[in-house]
Structure formats: C-alpha cells, structure tokens
C-alpha cells in the first residue's frame, strides 16, 4: 500500500485536499498525520482534522494519526472514548508513549493501530497477546529521521521486519518526497538512511523487494505528481526514464510499449520477450544506425544484420562493446540506472521519454 503524510495547517486546507485528490488518483490508498497539538491552540487542531477526516472518507483513504495523551486531552478525549476519532474519519491510530499494555491490546479490538517497530521486542509482543492483541490490526511502523546521518541500517531494518512478518504483523517505512520538503532541515524524512536523496520510486522498490515491508509512506510534505504515477504503476510494471538517440518515431514507438523481461534472464542485458513482435516494420528492415559503444543503460535494438534476432529490443545491464549488428537508440537516464536491478526474470517495464 502507498500512502502520504499530511501536516495540519489552515493556510494549506485546500493545497491539501488537491494533494489527497491527486494521490487517490493514482492509487495511494493511506493518509498519515500528526497530532502533536499545541496546548495553546488546540480548537483549531480539532477542526483541521475533522475536515482532514471528512477529505480521507469522501476519497475512499484510511487516516492513520499519530497522537499523544495530552493531544487526546486537548481534542477532548481519553482511552476510554478513542474511537470517537472514526465518527472523524480517523481509522486508527499510531500509539507509542502513554498506554499500557491492556490499553493497547484492547484498542486494537476497535480500530487499527500502529506501533513503533522499533520499540516493539518479543517480550513486550507477549504481553500484548495476553491482554488480547488483535494482529490483524496492528501494523509496526519504523519512524522517519529529519536529521542526516541518523537514517536507519538496511540490515537492522531487514532482520527487524523478518520477526515482525514471523510474529504476523504488518510492516511500515517512509520515503522521502521530492517536491516540497518539510522543515526545518528540508533534508526529506526517510526511514533508511542511504534513501534520503534517492529518487522515491527506488526508494520503495528498495523497501518492498528486499526490506520486508507491507506499506510505504511519503514522509516529505508532497512528491512530485510524475514521480506519484510512476509510483502507482509499480503493480503494473516498472517505469524507466529515458533520453532517445534517434527522432524515427515508428521505432520510439516500439520503444515505449509495455516489455517483459524473458524468463531465462541474461547475464548482461534485459530482452523484451515482445519486441520482436513490436520490431515488425513492415516491408521495411531496420538498418544498422548509431552502433556505438553499448554502456549500462543503453538500449538497443537489433538491426537486420542480426537476422532472426532482428527487431529485439534489450537494457544493458553492462557495458559492452559495438557491434555493427546493434543501434544503440536511446539511454536511461542516470537518476534510473539503479532501477534496472528490479528488472528481473518475467518483470515488466515500461519506457518513458524524457
């Protein structure tokens, strides 16, 4: 599951209900946010989540709140009356600090709650499953670090989530966004420390292949829109950047279908198992052009000096030497080289001109 992060505001109501709109479009189905209140305006903390709440349920999206002891006081509230959050549009809740044990477990037979990975320890998980703790509502979500150098280890996230999948608890990071980050260090709010710069969409391919992980937020305040519809097409097939070496639309066309890499898959490129199909041209034949040294991310088609193998189209996953049998006709842009390793056996991908 996809999901954003918003940040209450009265000056960003409608920014944010565009933000949501846009996002449920394409296919994010989560919205988390905050409720840190300040003491000195807590009113108006209760008005913007209402109207966030009344967003989330007219788009169709859960809304998950972080929220203190003290912000239930200030919204009014306690443990025991909690769940009047979801007559709000609140479908649960990420609890850390300020409940017991019974608490916890009893919450999570009314709604569905988040827990700090974290802090979450076999014993504590014991505890909880004594007073009752519904599994099937609680997801274990690993915190974003604003400040650099303090991102989580890939190998202690990736040994954390394989206990939390083994104790039958779902699992969530954050990436960082690209468009508008949040202060005050705008160094994007990611869980591991290697995504903080990192193109988002790597980011969570990063996360859902080999981090074990269920669900993926946003940290950041927004991402950019193209990078959200790359996102969503992920369950569809992987989308690659490119710049094109030759302006022959007939051939771009062939480019920028839907490809799926053969299920025997080879050492040293990706082999569209379509292209062949695509690369008819007719009466025509493709002739050699623009057969250059072939670097990772090159993609090429081959030309008819190759003949049966004519028309295929492949992604270098290393450099190679020309070949007078082989037009080089475009390249993947840099930001993407590293999506390539996603592209394995059977895996679809999709180029996008640039």
């Known amino acids: 599951m996809l999901g ?42 209760k008005t913007l989540l209402q109207l966030l709440g009344k967003d989330a349920i007219e788009n169709g999206m859960e809304l998950m709140a972080d929220i203190s002891a003290k912000s239930l006081t ?21 609890v850390d600090y300020g409940l017991n044990e019974k608490q916890i477990a009893d919450l999570s037979k ?44 890939t190998t202690y996230l990736i040994e954390k989530n394989k206990w939390l999948k083994n104790s039958g608890i779902s699992t969530m990071a954050f990436i960082p966004g690209n ?53 969503s097409k992920t369950k569809d097939f992987i ?8 302006q022959e639309e007939e051939t771009l066309s062939i480019v920028e279908q839907v490809h799926t890499n053969r299920e025997d898959p080879a050492r040293d490129c990706i082999r569209s198992m379509e292209s062949r199909l695509y690369g008819s041209f007719g009466e025509k034949s493709l002739k050699p052009a623009n057969t ?21 189209l492949q992604i270098m996953l290393n450099n190679l030497p020309s070949d007078e049998k082989v037009n080089v006709i475009g390249m993947i842009i840099e930001d993407d080289l590293s999506l390539l390793q996603y592209i394995g056996a059977g895996k679809k991908f999709k180029l996008k001109r640039v």
């Not at 200030?74 to 990420?94: A, C, I, P």
């Not at 969570?204 to 927004?222: A, E, F, H, P």
Request: glycine fraction near 6%; include cysteine; charged fraction near 25%.
């Open 292 to 312: 250059i040294i072939r670097n990772r991310g090159s993609i090429t088609i081959d030309n008819e000096l190759y003949g049966r193998y004519g028309g295929e």
């Open 179 to 231: 468009d508008e980050m949040r202060g005050p260090l705008f160094k994007g709010l990611p869980t591991l420390e290697k995504h903080r710069e990192i193109y988002p969409l790597l980011a969570y391919l990063d996360l859902t292949q080999n981090c074990y992980i269920d669900k993926v937020l946003v940290g950041d305040i927004s991402i950019k829109i193209d990078t959200m519809e790359a996102l």
């Open 239 to 246: 989308e690659l950047r490119y710049r094109p070496y030759t």
């Open 74 to 94: 200030h919204l009014g509230l306690d443990y025991s009356n909690v769940s009047e959050l979801q007559k709000w549009g609140v479908t649960g809740l990420r």
């Open 110 to 153: 009314r709604m569905k709650i988040a827990l700090n990975a974290s802090t979450l320890t076999p014993a504590f998980l014991d505890e909880l499953l004594k007073y009752g703790l519904q599994t099937k509502n609680v997801e274990a979500w690993h915190n974003f670090y604003p400040r650099p150098e303090t991102g989580l280890a």
């Open 4 to 45: 954003i992060s918003i940040y209450l505001s009265e000056k960003n109501i409608e920014k944010n209900k565009k933000y949501i709109e846009i996002a449920k479009k394409n296919g994010f189905h989560s919205i988390f946010t905050s409720l840190h209140i300040p003491e000195d305006d807590p009113s108006t903390y």
